[in-house]
Nanobody
């Protein structure tokens, strides 16, 4: 069974930074695109970012462009999300999600349990 375990969330002040990690197991990590998705309190799921199987291409929702950076280490089966210049509206549970293929434009089929990010002064 695919396993995705997020970590790195926490409480941070506006303008601060956090680095999320997602440890993947029970599938061939380097064969699949990976995504970060978030859910803010009282809102629906919002796709945040994606990266192709070998990391050659990335994509971001407009609201995080220039502030967040997605990356992966295929040797460690780990996905990352570096979040800088955090804003109050970035408060959410962040999930990593496995893609269904190596490219970004395909769907997602497995999700982690999520890690809470709270931006507050």
């Amino acid at each position: 069974e695919v396993q995705l375990v997020e970590s790195g969330g926490g409480l941070v002040q506006p303008g601060g930074s956090l680095r999320l990690s997602c440890a993947a197991s029970e599938f061939t990590f380097r064969h699949y695109a990976m995504n970060w998705v978030r859910q803010a309190p009282g809102k629906g799921l919002e796709w945040v970012s994606a990266i192709t199987d070998f990391g050659g291409s990335t994509s971001y929702v407009d609201s995080v462009k220039g502030r967040f950076t997605i990356s992966r280490d295929n040797a460690k089966n780990t996905l990352y999300l570096q979040m800088n210049s955090l804003k109050l509206e970035d408060t959410a549970v962040y999930y990593c999600a496995k893609g269904t293929a190596g490219g970004i434009a395909f769907g997602m089929d497995y999700w982690g349990q999520g890690t809470q990010v709270t931006v507050s002064s």
